[in-house]
């Protein structure tokens, strides 16, 4: 990935009509010896997957894109890149909202939501080199542009809904933009910066927050984010994180009581 003068990064564009998955096409890519910064985007998928070996519904018009990146940083780093992956999302659907409909807000870990519906799904996939670091990265997101899914376990929004007249091809260019800006400080600084950008967007910071873990349930206050992405919780017997785990927000601004989370990335 090579830095113009104009500062965008200059991935290098491979758009297909259709695909059984980008993040499938990154993974074949790279394991041919695909160098960083390629940028996959679909038309339409056959076979999109989200986290938990789910089903992604790709409907028209919308954007299906991965990310294939080579970081030299340790695999555990990695997982951090969703957080940038969703403040980048942010930052280009705010770029085509009209000003009077709803900022998009960030859940944790990795959603972003309009007026408490889902607007993207990330997955992010990678291989071990053999010294510990990333083999490389494939940053999978698929963003509801001019359609979105009805009947879906979560409620879901796209921007045409919220106003937009932005095609796929826009939102596009506007989220390599925003996530290039954020790549190169976090390969050197890590995940502080994207941190604090993150929690400024973040939905339901200082308001209560149920816990739901495998053997375990508890409730506390949002109070941000640990060094590695991390929930903090504040609760009766101090501050706990959370790793994994479901999370409800259910007095949280724009969010329906059902809207829950998980540490591990949702995806496209």
């Known amino acids: 990935m090579t830095a113009p003068e104009n500062g965008r990064a200059d991935f290098r564009l491979a758009i297909h009509d259709e695909l059984d998955s980008t993040n499938l096409e990154a993974r074949r890519r790279a394991e041919a010896g695909e160098p960083s910064g390629l940028a996959i985007q679909a038309r339409r998928q056959t076979a999109g997957r989200a986290r938990r070996g789910r089903f992604w519904v790709s409907q028209g018009g919308n954007l299906y894109l ?6 030299p940083v340790p695999l555990r780093q990695v997982a951090t890149l969703s957080f940038l992956t969703a403040l980048a999302a942010a930052e280009a659907a705010d770029a085509v909202l009209p000003p009077q409909a709803p900022r998009p807000g960030l859940k944790w870990p990795n959603d972003v939501l309009i007026d408490g519906r889902k607007l993207t799904g990330i997955l992010l996939e ?3 080199a053999t010294d510990g670091s990333a083999e490389w990265v494939a940053v999978g997101i698929g963003i509801n542009v001019a359609d979105h899914p009805e009947a879906v376990e979560r409620p879901a929004t796209s921007l045409v809904a919220h106003g937009s007249t932005a095609d796929a091809d826009r939102v596009r260019d506007l989220f390599l933009d925003a996530f290039a800006r954020g790549y190169g400080g ?4 890590g995940f502080a910066a994207v941190r604090e950008q993150w929690l400024e967007r973040a939905v339901g910071r ?4 149920e816990i739901r873990l495998e053997n375990e349930q508890f409730s506390g206050v ?3 984010l640990d060094s590695e992405g ?3 919780v504040e609760t009766p017997a101090g501050m706990r994180s959370v790793s994994a785990g479901d ?6 601004t724009g969010m329906s009581q059902q809207d829950k989370g998980t540490a591990h990335a949702a995806g496209n």
């Open 222 to 224: 949002f109070s941000g």
């Open 247 to 252: 999370v409800f927000f259910p007095q949280a």
């Open 66 to 71: 991965t990310l294939l990146l080579r970081p």
């Open 186 to 189: 976090w390969l050197e600084n």
């Open 206 to 209: 200082g308001e209560r927050v």
């Open 230 to 232: 991390a929930l903090l």
């Open 126 to 128: 990678s291989d071990v």
